[in-house]
């Protein structure tokens, strides 16, 4: 039987699910295939999906049947990720053409489930959540030559009530802190200037080798990783978020101006409703913290619209909560009923079209916020690592530490430098809600 040797994957959803496309990939080609830029050029046909919210996987299901009608003639499908875990075995039954479906928690064992492929089985799984192993393996095939991802804990233990992740990623796995370290330094070693640590919950970490380090010590210690000029980290859950992290960004320059904390609601009723296991006045607190830094770090988050049981003054205790802390930007989202989830049991469910409503209010806020957060950087230098070039503007698109785009442009005598993977010195001179732009200062 002929073996298949080219493959296309599409990846949907967070930074986790992006790196573990990286590791996939790595994977296949090391096993000889060569990935495609196509769905219509590939035999083998990946989507790594998201099921967080019912359109991520309402779209994943969209594609397969759109390419199969369209394309699919001779190639082999596979879903991974979330929506598999999820699913499972009912994807065949959804979508007969697939014939792999496979979690993340199962990724060790696609050299092997690749093998069932090629010799013929046209229903190969791997839905398995038993094991103690995180997904970091040697053969990672890496996107960005100049940042890069390290998985440092997968699965989560919390049960927040709207969410998917135990269910789908499985228990809190931790990678021994040597292994993490080491990964750190071949980064290094091979050019890689930025890393971001990842994990559902990333400051859950907890080494389970005897050196027993926390995540703030973890953090502090690959921060001082030789080459290494700056380290991101996501997501934080509050709950696990300590003064030490705070500490350990402001004692180390490489660790980024930047700190992700999901608050998901304002309303200290609506959280413990979300199961999310603090109030609005532990979640303060720890913004306190950062904002107590000696030097300033910008603060993102995420939050929930329209939850089972939100009233109107729910809502605007989140709306007020915005614009105390005042966030640099936001991912917000109505609330979506998700299978296995506690919340699916609540009733007074809010109406699609007010929860539609709320998300149109908080974003117009948080827009007024950002226009005003981001005029504070006008006049001011930033160090930016430079990411690409746009030719249609003409400005090299850079990134800051607080993770802020800065579009700027160069002196026309450097017009010709190739600057990707720089760190340049920008003055900004404009400010809109959603990127600063500037100028080169040498």
Not at 82 to 92: H, N, S
Not at 354 to 359: D, N, T, V
Request: proline share 5%; with cysteine.
């Amino acid at each position: 039987m002929r073996v298949v040797k080219t493959f296309y994957i599409e990846t949907f959803g967070c930074q986790m699910n992006a790196h573990d496309s990286e590791k996939v990939i790595g994977t296949l080609v090391a096993r000889g295939y060569s990935q495609v830029a196509t769905p219509e050029q590939a035999e083998l046909v990946f989507y790594n999906t998201c099921s967080i919210r019912d359109k991520a996987e309402q779209k994943v299901f969209s594609r397969l049947q759109q390419f199969k009608k369209e394309h699919g003639k001779g190639k082999t499908f596979a879903v991974l990720g979330c929506v598999a875990q999820q699913e499972g075995e009912r994807i065949f039954e959804k979508a007969p053409h697939v014939s792999l479906v496979c979690g993340s928690a199962s990724y060790n064992r696609l050299p092997e489930m690749l093998v069932q492929l090629e010799s013929g089985n046209r229903r190969v799984t791997g839905l398995s959540l038993d094991t103690d192993e995180t997904f970091d393996t040697p053969l990672t095939r890496r996107d960005n030559p100049h940042r890069a991802y390290i998985t440092i804990i997968e699965g989560c233990d919390k049960s927040c009530a709207y969410c998917v992740v135990p269910f789908t990623r499985g228990p809190e796995r931790s990678r021994a802190s040597a292994s993490i370290m080491a990964e750190a330094g071949e980064l290094a070693a091979a050019g890689y200037t930025e890393i971001q640590l990842l994990g559902q919950n990333v400051n859950s970490y907890r080494d389970p080798s005897p050196a027993g380090w926390d995540f703030a010590t973890l953090l502090a210690h690959v921060g001082r990783t030789p080459g290494i000029r700056r380290v991101r980290f996501t997501t934080s859950h509050p709950r696990d978020f300590v003064r030490e992290i705070v500490d350990a960004i402001d004692a180390n320059p490489s660790l980024c101006n930047h700190v992700h904390l999901p608050v998901q609601s304002g309303s200290t009723r609506v959280l413990e409703a979300m199961q999310r296991l603090y109030t609005r006045d532990d979640y303060m607190r720890r913004i306190e913290w950062i904002k107590s830094a000696r030097r300033p770090i910008a603060i993102t988050s995420d939050i929930i619209v329209g939850f089972p049981g939100e009233t109107e003054a729910d809502f605007e205790e989140t709306l007020a909560l915005i614009e105390e802390v005042e966030y640099d930007s936001i991912f917000s989202f109505k609330y979506s009923r998700r299978p296995n989830t506690p919340a699916l049991a609540l009733g007074d469910q809010i109406p699609e079209e007010e929860k539609g409503r709320r998300l149109a209010v908080l974003q117009e806020r948080q827009r007024a916020i950002q226009v005003r957060r981001n005029a504070t950087y006008l006049g001011r230098v930033e160090e930016c690592l430079v990411e690409g070039f746009n030719k249609a503007t003409g400005q090299w698109i850079g990134r800051t530490s607080q993770n802020k785009t800065l579009n700027f442009i160069r002196p026309a005598r450097n017009a010709e430098d190739n600057l990707l993977g720089s760190y340049i010195e920008v003055k900004v001179t404009r400010a809109g809600p959603n990127s600063l732009a500037g100028e080169s200062v040498h």
